[in-house]
């Protein structure tokens, strides 16, 4: 049996009272978690400096916003996700091989669905899985699309851990390999994260022409090396890509002249 955190166990607690009362006091929740007083207070304090609580106008507390925070990026998630879902399985159908889903976590690409191949020899990739940024077609794309400002400050601290054989290590190289994946729009991987693997990958805009996810097909690498079959894997890809972008309302006319 996997032992439990008494003291967030508690927290949540707090914050489960909230769902049937807009605003409770430092008395009144200390009455409702049968808790001593100051150990209620010293959690009261750490949930408000993470902004899951704040004090109205009354003294009592309420939630926060980072629950609003949150709660638009598990439905923003949620939405991208369905609306993905049927273009997913009709692009794995029609070539064949896995179909990946990924956005944004900070500095690093999280697997938030996937399709997987009827092929015996396939590329295992899990949902919730993390990747950095600089490393397979999916993150690459987000990262490309970074604000220069933002991609910048990202190149100068991170460290370019080599994954496989083919994992970029030198930054000159692989500023070079962004700016083409954004001139072109999309890119491909050989090698990156696991030795043997290949992916194409492409980006997802937003209804603010912003990069918000990325679609990827991903495969062993000895069927990603036939170059005549390459054009239609990769006009396939971004078709996906721009169908899905699309659904979340964005607008081609001001933004896919850039990548095509």
């Known amino acids: 049996m996997r032992e439990k955190n008494i003291t967030v166990i508690k927290a949540m607690e ?4 909230f769902k049937e ?10 009455r409702l978690t049968r808790t001593p007083k100051t150990t209620v207070y010293r959690m009261i304090l750490s949930l408000e400096d993470a902004g899951f609580l704040r004090k109205n106008q009354d003294g009592e507390y309420e939630l926060g916003f ?16 369905r609306m993905a879902l049927p273009i997913m399985k009709r692009l ?10 990924i956005v944004r976590e900070g500095e690093e690409a999280i697997y938030v669905e996937k399709i997987d191949t009827d092929k015996p020899v396939r590329v295992y990739t899990g949902i919730g899985r993390t990747a950095p940024l600089y490393a ?13 400002e933002e991609q910048e400050s990202y190149l100068e601290n991170v460290f370019l851990k080599p994954f496989a054989r083919g994992t970029i290590t030198d930054k000159n190289r692989l500023i070079t390999r962004l700016e083409e994946c954004k001139e072109s729009g999309y890119t491909i991987s050989h090698s990156e994260l696991h030795d043997d693997s290949s992916a194409i990958a492409a ?39 721009e169908e899905i972008s699309k659904a979340l309302g964005w607008n081609r006319n001001t933004i896919f002249e850039v990548i095509s």
Not at 14 to 17: A, D, Q
Not at 66 to 81: A, M, N, P, T, W
Not at 95 to 101: I, Q, S, T
Request: glycine share 4%; aromatic share 8%.
């Open 21 to 30: 009362h807009q605003s409770l006091s430092l008395k009144e929740l200390t």
């Open 14 to 17: 707090i914050l489960t009272f």
């Open 136 to 148: 397979g077609a999916c993150p690459r794309i987000l990262l490309a699309y970074m604000s220069p």
């Open 92 to 101: 794995k159908d029609e070539l064949g091989e896995a179909v990946n889903l």
């Open 66 to 81: 980072s629950f609003l925070e949150y709660g638009q990026l598990v439905k923003s998630r949620l939405d991208i996700r």
């Open 203 to 241: 980006p997802i805009f937003d209804h603010e022409n912003e990069v918000y996810a990325a679609i990827s097909i991903v495969g062993p690498e000895t069927r990603f090396r036939d170059m005549e079959a390459l054009p239609y894997l990769i006009e396939k890809v971004k078709q996906a890509a």
